[in-house]
């Protein structure tokens, strides 16, 4: 759609526009021009010559010829007291994107109609992206002495085509002049503060709230900008007293009430929280989203069983079932009641929530290794959920991971990779199954790439130097994506396991022990374990090496680490 076409058909949804005249079309070509009398008062005493020009321009709309329309329509409302023809030649003259004749016929209109708010307007947006501050601030003026009520909603109007006409910056200047012109204005500050946002000034933009609201103190749309402003700079307690004067204001204001609770569950005031929810209640005892928001509350704090209480009370609510039987799905897993959990998430047959409770049902299934029930359910979640064919295609391909059929999952990402090829998450995932494939030069491919766009990721870094480390003698290589994880994330437990791995590699085993003991303190897992253990069996320490072992194989006697541990040494007579 034309750039210009756009304001016009913006200001004209927003009951700016005062003509009867139908808006262009899809293809950006105005419609039909309707009959004489639509563009003429009954009243309004013509003579023939502007009848000559209308009905020419009527001829020329029609037949598309809107430059010679646009002249017609312009000479008439010259001539005629009816506003509604200059009106006419701007729409046409923006249309044209003709900005001299646009302006022209604006002034003809401002002068048949000085109070007209949808001419003023079209006069602001002319002069903004003509960088015209004079005529912009007269305009601005017309609009705040003509409609001073209005005034803050008509140029919240404008604001998003300023924003794509890259005019931000100068519309908060033109603001400012008249910020000064009326330093009594609550409205022009608040606009201020709205641009200041958009322009990403956030310490600006919480300074002309302030200003706004020491005008009129009592504003919630102000406390409410105000309040989101200091949230996202991160100071919750501002943003809490903001809120929490104004709910003490307005206590009947639902929309301040549950920007106070969100506010308070961000900031982990939970106990507030709750209190906050269960006021609310009080009032309104079905208000679903609060008790939804008190359930979540109660998980978050442990206190499970009042989340099911509560979630049980939106079972009956139609809008609420699916997010309140997914909960209880999850409570019942966290209780390591894996069947009753199944019977919740399967209970979410649709809505937002359907396929987040059908992922978890095949993530409790994958966790309790049945396999045959998964198959089935992937199936019918690539027929159900075809917008996420993507995730469904993951899902897939680690189920054949587990199931040890690593070409299939190797098949099923490369799949997923012919539709997506920058993808992160399946070129990590695939370079995984590729290191089961002894496809070395493929993992180093899709981690390069991986790393190419994000250096600084730390997962590709790690998985590259550990396998180069693991299954190749590439070990200066290995160090320099090693000490790159490390230096971004030093308390991660796999990192600092595969830095005390190469310098097993490179002979070191002291100071691989240290690294790798270290890890296992933050992250007892039986790769680090088999680690350690290989490391004290080649010092000599194997009493200490067996009994760790031992410690770790009575949990995990299936474990691929520990069981190649035991193959290589403790089954060998080592």
């Given at each position: 759609?034309?750039?210009?076409?756009?304001?016009?058909?913006?200001?004209?949804?927003?009951?700016?526009?005062?003509?009867?005249?139908?808006?262009?079309?899809?293809?950006?070509?105005?419609?039909?021009?309707?009959?004489?009398?639509?563009?003429?008062?009954?009243?309004?005493?013509?003579?023939?010559?502007?009848?000559?020009?209308?009905?020419?321009?009527?001829?020329?709309?029609?037949?598309?010829?809107?430059?010679?329309?646009?002249?017609?329509?312009?000479?008439?409302?010259?001539?005629?007291?009816?506003?509604?023809?200059?009106?006419?030649?701007?729409?046409?003259?923006?249309?044209?994107?003709?900005?001299?004749?646009?302006?022209?016929?604006?002034?003809?209109?401002?002068?048949?109609?000085?109070?007209?708010?949808?001419?003023?307007?079209?006069?602001?947006?002319?002069?903004?992206?003509?960088?015209?501050?004079?005529?912009?601030?007269?305009?601005?003026?017309?609009?705040?002495?003509?409609?001073?009520?209005?005034?803050?909603?008509?140029?919240?109007?404008?604001?998003?085509?300023?924003?794509?006409?890259?005019?931000?910056?100068?519309?908060?200047?033109?603001?400012?002049?008249?910020?000064?012109?009326?330093?009594?204005?609550?409205?022009?500050?608040?606009?201020?503060?709205?641009?200041?946002?958009?322009?990403?000034?956030?310490?600006?933009?919480?300074?002309?709230?302030?200003?706004?609201?020491?005008?009129?103190?009592?504003?919630?749309?102000?406390?409410?900008?105000?309040?989101?402003?200091?949230?996202?700079?991160?100071?919750?307690?501002?943003?809490?007293?903001?809120?929490?004067?104004?709910?003490?204001?307005?206590?009947?204001?639902?929309?301040?009430?549950?920007?106070?609770?969100?506010?308070?569950?961000?900031?982990?005031?939970?106990?507030?929280?709750?209190?906050?929810?269960?006021?609310?209640?009080?009032?309104?005892?079905?208000?679903?989203?609060?008790?939804?928001?008190?359930?979540l509350v109660y998980m978050q704090q442990?206190?499970?069983?009042?989340?099911?209480?509560?979630?049980?009370?939106?079972?009956?609510?139609?809008?609420?079932?699916?997010?309140?039987?997914?909960?209880?799905?999850?409570?019942?897993?966290?209780?390591?009641?894996?069947?009753?959990?199944?019977?919740?998430?399967?209970?979410?047959?649709?809505?937002?929530?359907?396929?987040?409770?059908?992922?978890?049902?095949?993530?409790?299934?994958?966790?309790?290794?049945?396999?045959?029930?998964?198959?089935?359910?992937?199936?019918?979640?690539?027929?159900?959920?075809?917008?996420?064919?993507?995730?469904?295609?993951?899902?897939?391909?680690?189920?054949?991971?587990?199931?040890?059929?690593?070409?299939?999952?190797?098949?099923?990402?490369?799949?997923?990779?012919?539709?997506?090829?920058?993808?992160?998450?399946?070129?990590?995932?695939?370079?995984?199954?590729?290191?089961?494939?002894?496809?070395?030069?493929?993992?180093?491919?899709?981690?390069?790439?991986?790393?190419?766009?994000?250096?600084?990721?730390?997962?590709?870094?790690?998985?590259?130097?550990?396998?180069?480390?693991?299954?190749?003698?590439?070990?200066?290589?290995?160090?320099?994506y090693l000490e790159r994880a490390l230096?971004?994330?030093?308390?991660?437990?796999?990192?600092?396991?595969?830095?005390?791995?190469?310098?097993?590699?490179?002979?070191?085993?002291?100071?691989?022990?240290?690294?790798?003991?270290?890890?296992?303190?933050?992250?007892?897992?039986?790769?680090?374990?088999?680690?350690?253990?290989?490391?004290?069996?080649?010092?000599?320490?194997?009493?200490?090496?067996?009994?760790?072992?031992?410690?770790?194989?009575?949990?995990?006697?299936?474990?691929?680490?520990?069981?190649?541990?035991?193959?290589?040494?403790?089954?060998?007579?080592?």
């Open positions: 759609m034309k750039k210009w076409i756009a304001i016009a058909m913006f200001l004209s949804m927003s009951g700016c526009a005062v003509s009867p005249e139908k808006e262009p079309d899809a293809e950006g070509v105005p419609a039909k021009p309707e009959g004489l009398e639509s563009r003429v008062n009954r009243n309004t005493v013509i003579d023939e010559e502007v009848l000559y020009l209308l009905m020419a321009a009527e001829l020329a709309g029609q037949r598309n010829q809107y430059h010679l329309a646009m002249d017609a329509y312009l000479q008439a409302a010259k001539r005629v007291d009816d506003p509604r023809i200059a009106e006419r030649a701007v729409k046409i003259g923006l249309f044209l994107k003709d900005e001299q004749r646009t302006r022209e016929a604006l002034t003809v209109w401002l002068s048949k109609d000085g109070k007209n708010l949808a001419a003023r307007k079209f006069a602001v947006l002319l002069a903004i992206k003509n960088s015209d501050q004079k005529a912009a601030l007269e305009n601005l003026n017309a609009m705040l002495a003509d409609d001073p009520a209005g005034f803050e909603a008509g140029v919240l109007e404008m604001t998003k085509l300023m924003e794509k006409e890259g005019r931000t910056q100068f519309t908060y200047d033109v603001l400012e002049e008249l910020a000064v012109e009326h330093p009594n204005q609550a409205s022009v500050f608040f606009l201020q503060a709205v641009l200041a946002s958009v322009l990403q000034n956030n310490e600006l933009a919480q300074q002309k709230v302030s200003q706004a609201l020491l005008i009129q103190p009592d504003w919630n749309k102000a406390v409410i900008l105000q309040a989101q402003l200091a949230g996202r700079s991160g100071d919750l307690a501002k943003a809490r007293a903001s809120l929490e004067k104004a709910v003490k204001a307005a206590p009947e204001d639902r929309m301040l009430r549950k920007m106070l609770l969100e506010v308070l569950v961000n900031g982990h005031d939970y106990d507030d929280a709750i209190k906050l929810c269960l006021s609310v209640l009080e009032d309104r005892p079905d208000d679903a989203e609060t008790l939804f928001t008190l359930a442990g206190q499970v069983d009042k989340a099911e209480n509560v979630l049980e009370k939106l079972l009956n609510n139609p809008e609420w079932e699916g997010q309140a039987s997914f909960y209880l799905g999850k409570i019942e897993v966290d209780q390591q009641h894996p069947d009753k959990a199944l019977t919740w998430f399967d209970r979410v047959s649709d809505g937002n929530y359907a396929f987040d409770a059908d992922m978890a049902a095949v993530s409790l299934l994958m966790n309790q290794k049945r396999f045959d029930e998964i198959e089935a359910r992937i199936k019918r979640m690539d027929n159900k959920y075809p917008e996420q064919h993507l995730r469904v295609l993951m899902v897939k391909a680690e189920l054949y991971n587990q199931l040890g059929k690593y070409q299939e999952a190797f098949d099923v990402l490369t799949l997923a990779l012919k539709d997506m090829p920058d993808n992160r998450e399946v070129l990590y995932a695939r370079a995984l199954v590729a290191e089961r494939l002894d496809k070395l030069d493929v993992l180093e491919s899709d981690l390069q790439k991986i790393l190419d766009k994000k250096p600084d990721d730390v997962g590709a870094l790690n998985a590259l130097g550990y396998t180069l480390t693991d299954r190749t003698q590439r070990y200066q290589e290995a160090a320099k230096s971004l994330q030093p308390d991660e437990a796999v990192v600092i396991d595969s830095y005390g791995w190469l310098q097993f590699k490179l002979g070191k085993p002291d100071r691989a022990l240290e690294f790798l003991r270290r890890a296992y303190e933050k992250q007892p897992e039986n790769e680090i374990a088999a680690h350690i253990a290989e490391v004290l069996w080649s010092l000599g320490e194997k009493k200490e090496a067996k009994e760790l072992f031992d410690s770790v194989y009575k949990k995990s006697p299936d474990d691929e680490y520990l069981l190649e541990f035991k193959k290589r040494f403790l089954q060998n007579g080592q």
